[in-house]
């Protein structure tokens, strides 16, 4: 049994936490095993030390279904305390609102994905901590996807925006505090930190082997397997293919009118894809891209999850598209979070090259190679700011 960070915490508390006022940034899905909530939690050890909450994008309570959805702050209706929105008009804490804590402890859910914007306010709370000579506090949580596997190519410094202020890879592998350590160090914001890790959690680890209940920390991801394709599927949010937004199966899903899926099964045949299955399928979109039109694509299966490798997949499945639908297949138009000149695609896949590449049809494991020196850079640089095994 894995026990959170959080957990810790409230079973040890640390000194430096005496007399201190807290703030927590979090959201609906920062709970413990038995469901209930860390504001709750931190209350009943705390009393009436913890004094705001700090939410990220699709508000506490994953209520904001899209990008640039902001959210308002608020009064929680169950402590009464003032719930700050980090994705309103500001992303990053204001004075008034650090003026509210001395401590502020970070208890947020991931995904193990590059371009998930909680990472970066957790990264613009530390600045702004640094700023005000405030303290971080990382409550530890798991990579849902696990520690081990690392994909993709590093995000070049032309690519930088809110889905993506550091060079990591798409899937890195890492958890919110091992990140935490490393950017506060290796970029130099030196905030006052300290992570409290989990104990019981191992790096092989995907979410179901830790028997901690899942709770969807955004809206477009229900389940732990819609994470486990996440990697991957969310390049579709640069493009007119829908990427299953408005189904019950975002991100498992994709498609679009346009689409022949045994086209795209032939094209893709030819390129070693482990560890899942493509099932085709017709659906129907509720809301989103393609509201109310039948799209054509695949349901993608999961097999096995040490073997399968979700950037190369939909890379694949991208580049399959971008060859056989040339006067259908569109990139999404700007803005896209918060970034109003630079194409949505270059943003997410963090390489402006890469998607002229894939376009003029270059080799994928061609590509694949030329950036397996960066990571295997990025693989040591991680290695001293790990906490499991």
């Known amino acids: ?93 204001t004075p008034a609102m650090l003026d509210q804590f001395d401590v502020l402890l970070v208890d947020l859910p991931d995904v193990g994905t590059r371009v998930y ?58 958890t919110l505090g091992e990140l935490a350590l490393m950017i506060n160090d290796r970029f130099r914001i030196n905030a006052k930190l300290e992570v409290i890790p989990m104990k019981g959690w191992e790096r092989h680890m995907y979410f179901r082997e830790t028997g901690l209940p899942w709770v969807f920390p955004s809206p477009n991801i229900p389940t732990p397997e819609s994470a486990i394709v996440y990697p991957g599927q969310v390049i579709w949010e640069g493009t007119n293919v829908s990427e299953g937004r408005g189904t019950t199966l975002p ?16 094209f893709s045949n030819g390129i070693p894809l482990p560890g899942c299955v493509f099932r085709p399928v017709s659906f129907e979109p509720t809301s989103n891209k393609w509201a109310n039109t039948v799209c054509r694509g695949f349901h993608i299966h999961v097999t096995d999850v040490k073997a399968f490798q979700p950037y190369r997949t939909s890379l694949a499945l991208l580049q399959g598209v971008m060859l056989h639908y040339p006067e259908d297949f569109k990139y999404k138009q700007p ?45 040591q640089i991680r290695q001293r700011y790990l906490l499991y095994n």
């Open 117 to 174: 914007t909680f990472l970066y306010s957790l990264a613009y709370c530390l600045d702004a901590a640094k700023a005000s000579d405030k303290m971080v506090v990382v409550l530890d949580r798991p990579n849902p996807i696990g520690g081990l596997q690392m994909e993709g190519n590093l995000l070049k410094e032309n690519c930088t925006s809110f889905v993506g202020l550091y060079p990591l890879p798409m899937r890195h592998g890492m």
């Open 335 to 379: 803005p896209y979070e918060y970034e109003y000149d630079r194409l949505p695609l270059d943003l997410i896949l963090g390489d402006m090259e890469l998607r002229t590449a894939l376009t003029d049809g270059t080799s994928l494991l061609e590509l694949e190679a030329q950036w397996q020196d960066e990571l295997g850079e990025f693989k």
């Open 1 to 93: 049994m894995v026990t959170l960070g959080i957990e810790r915490l409230l079973a040890a508390p640390p000194k430096y936490l005496e007399g201190k006022r807290l703030g927590l940034l979090c959201n609906h899905a920062s709970i413990g095993h038995n469901f209930i909530h860390s504001r709750q939690l931190i209350r009943q050890v705390f009393s009436d030390k913890l004094t705001c909450l700090l939410s990220p994008q699709h508000g506490f309570f994953a209520e904001k279904q899209d990008n640039m959805v902001e959210s308002d702050h608020a009064i929680d209706p169950l402590s009464g305390l003032p719930i700050y929105s980090l994705y309103s008009r500001q992303r990053k804490p």
């Open 251 to 266: 991100f498992e899903l994709f498609g679009a009118p346009f689409i022949d899926p045994q086209q795209l099964l032939e």
